[in-house]
């Protein structure tokens, strides 16, 4: 497998002797073991790993919504919530209201959020209406546009491109390319196409700990291997 040391890189993320792991009828198990990497920015990085090779723990610690129980995650700029995450949004609060809420969090304009979200969720009049009424899928695309639509040097994306139909699906993705010309992002998907035609480098999580890979289809040759390997 070809792998390369990036220290020398500009860094945007840092791990340090990060473990992370759970407790499982009394068992303690860990999903991240003693992993310290340097991610340089302005890359969009493709994230691997076979189910339950703990990649959503792993976007988790980086957005800081769970701690790692030993270790640091140092990060050399501004990171998004999880793309497409919508479970911190109220439920009796409507969309518009939910996302005017962020704006304020997170010092952008109010009124040009909600207005961007408007625009690119595509949920029409529910857009007023309280999320508990929501879809899935219509949580998932105002989360997406909310993400989208706020400044990150660093997007977390977690399979949220697979939203809507094709023609959304197309608007997203385009809208994400976007994003990537200023920004850095990491993302996880099961398609391994849209892998090809998002990201230029990868990582691959296995067994705790994780390669980077210069190139794209390098990282997904190793995760097919891995993967053949049982």
Request: hydrophobic share 45%; glycine share 12%; aromatic share 10%.
């Amino acid at each position: 497998m070809h792998a390369r040391d990036i220290r020398a890189e500009p860094p945007i993320l840092e791990f340090q002797d990060v473990v992370k792991g759970y407790w499982l009828h009394g068992v303690w198990r860990p999903v991240i073991r003693g992993l310290s990497m340097t991610l340089p920015r302005g890359q969009a990085l493709g994230l691997l790993g076979s189910n339950g090779a703990g990649k959503t723990t792993l976007l988790d610690l980086v957005a800081g919504r769970q701690r790692p129980d030993a270790g640091r995650v140092l990060r050399h700029g501004s990171v998004s919530f999880p793309v497409g995450f919508a479970a911190g949004f109220h439920r009796d609060l409507s969309g518009a209201q939910n996302i005017r809420f962020l704006a304020r969090v997170y010092g952008a304009d109010p009124q040009a959020l909600v207005d961007f979200v408007a625009d690119f969720a595509e949920i029409g009049t529910l857009y007023h209406a309280p999320m508990r009424t929501y879809s899935a899928g219509m949580r998932a695309r105002l989360g997406f546009g909310a993400s989208m639509g706020l400044p990150f040097d660093l997007y977390l994306v977690d399979e949220a491109t697979a939203v809507g139909d094709g023609a959304f699906r197309r608007k997203s993705k385009a809208l994400f390319r976007a994003r990537m010309r200023a920004a850095s992002g990491i993302m996880v998907s099961h398609n391994l196409r849209e892998l090809r035609k998002f990201c230029d480098a990868g990582l691959v999580l296995h067994h705790g700990q994780m390669q980077y890979f210069d190139r794209i289809g390098d990282a997904i040759a190793a995760h097919e291997s891995l993967c053949g390997q049982g």
